[in-house]
């Protein structure tokens, strides 16, 4: 076992290229689910003895989140594959010493607040130049509400200065936007409540905090997640004891190697163990309506997700429209599904995208401008994203600012798989924030990647 005791830094810029891969095979496993890891983490930290957990992602997103938690009192060990916390139990974190860097991870910040709003002590968060431009009012008008005081930049914008409150009011509370990370933040302040805080949202995002909260054995009662709002009730100051966590592989990560399976001919590849939580296939339904092959095999449970073995097959691809209804089971895919659109033939038309625009980079303007220099018809109209493909491979031959946004590096170096020309990223070091071995596992199926001269 080894302490966990640096944070994490990436190694700085490195460019890389995508030429075309030759049609895709095998069957590989990509890395753990960046939602559950900082969650199984987070419960960990909160529970008393040991939190065992498997399939960890060990992208930096996640690390930063293991420091956090030590930094605040929870001892992370690591042993190989396997990271173990042992937490203190609810109230039990103690002020951490310095300020926390949550480097360019939106998850570890909003949860993090979520907790630290129930610490009576002043704590100090930061991250890198693209976290400190998202927006924390999100989190922090909620966490308000229940005694916590906040400064931050102007704009809501870390840093951010928390002062949390010893006892923080129970709230009920409804959020504007379905965000799991705002109704995360809540319901982790919400556990140190005294009764019962209740969160609604216009519809439902990701339950993942309200699984490992009932598997942890937290009274939680939702309701369906179909129905609209979607209402979580949990009851506060439970006692938690560690679990055995098992994180399923990650459906967001899976998107890349699933759309280069659509976009390059002749593909057929398995992508094993893979969350299928109905709240994060939206992209799977989305693929298999433009045409591609796409099966779940050998479903089951695991920690209370659902999990399956997912098979791709390439088709010939068709524009589709998106409904904005969609939006919340597959927002971090958009950028992927644009390249996917890119290859089909025909317009595919996705609604509902504003909250693109306050992710890791302004991801509407970033697929517009890069797939509008790969020589692909794009176009904004509000929060829609239009993308007309010609049913073959677009020209490609540009080279894409990424601006510290991992999924777009990895949604142009997609493109470049299967483009007339060769496609580069100005820095594919934003990808080890949850995709650590992207470009060794698509070379594996069948890529061209390497990094550019
Ligand atoms: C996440 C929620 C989503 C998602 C992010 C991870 C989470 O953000 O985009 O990558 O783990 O709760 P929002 O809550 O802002 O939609």
Excluded at 164 to 184: D, E, F, H, N, R
Excluded at 347 to 366: C, F, H, Y
Excluded at 378 to 392: F, P, Q, W
């Amino acid at each position: 076992m080894t302490a966990l005791s640096t944070a994490p830094h990436s190694a700085g810029p490195a460019s890389a290229r995508s030429s075309r891969a030759r049609a895709l095979s095998g069957t590989v496993t990509v890395p753990g689910d960046k939602s559950i890891s900082h969650r199984a983490l987070i419960l960990g930290a909160l529970a008393v003895g040991e939190t065992r957990i498997t399939g960890l992602l060990t992208g930096e997103d996640v690390l930063r989140t293991a420091t956090a938690m030590a930094a605040l009192g929870a001892k992370v060990e690591r042993a190989g594959d396997i990271f173990s916390v042992w937490g203190r139990g609810i109230g039990g974190l103690a002020e951490p010493g310095d300020v926390i860097d949550l480097g360019n991870s939106g998850t570890s910040a909003r949860l993090i607040a979520g907790l630290l709003a129930a610490y009576p002590f002043t704590s100090f968060m930061t991250g890198d130049a693209s976290l400190r431009r998202r927006p924390m009012a999100r989190v922090i008008e909620p966490l308000s509400l229940t005694g916590a005081k906040f400064a931050s930049r102007a704009g809501g914008r870390l840093p951010l200065a928390i002062t949390g409150t010893p006892v923080p009011v129970p709230l009920t509370y409804a959020s504007p936007i379905a965000s799991a990370q705002v109704k995360s933040a809540v319901l982790l302040a919400g556990l140190h409540a005294p009764g019962a805080t209740t969160v609604t949202e216009p519809s439902a995002s990701r339950d993942h905090t309200e699984r490992m909260f009932t598997y942890f054995g937290v009274d939680v009662q939702s309701t369906g997640t179909s129905e609209k709002p979607y209402k979580t009730r949990i009851l506060g100051q439970p006692e938690l004891r560690g679990k055995p966590v098992t994180v399923p592989a990650d459906p967001s990560s899976a998107a890349f190697p699933a759309v280069a399976a659509c976009i390059v001919p002749g593909s057929k590849i398995t992508l094993t163990n893979i969350g299928i939580n109905p709240l994060r296939t939206g992209l799977f339904t989305t693929l298999q309506e433009m045409g591609a092959g796409i099966v779940f095999k050998n479903q089951r449970d695991e920690a209370g997700e659902p999990v399956a073995d997912v098979e791709i097959t390439a088709g010939a691809l068709k524009g589709v429209h998106v409904p904005a209804s969609r939006a919340p089971s597959m927002i971090d895919e958009y950028p992927v599904l644009a390249v996917a659109a890119a290859f089909a033939e025909g317009e595919t038309r996705m609604d509902g995208l504003a909250e693109l625009k306050v992710k890791e980079s302004d991801r509407l303007a970033a697929m517009q401008r890069g797939l509008t220099a790969c020589g692909v018809d794009a176009r904004v109209e509000g929060d829609t994203l239009i993308v007309r493909g010609a049913g073959k491979a677009p020209k490609g031959g540009a080279t894409i600012a990424v601006e510290l946004d991992h999924r777009i590096a990895m949604s142009f170096l997609v493109l470049g798989m299967g483009a007339a020309e060769s496609v580069a990223v100005d820095d594919a070091s934003a990808i080890a924030t949850s995709f650590p071995g992207f470009a060794d596992l698509m070379n594996g199926l069948g890529a061209a990647i390497s990094a550019d001269a």
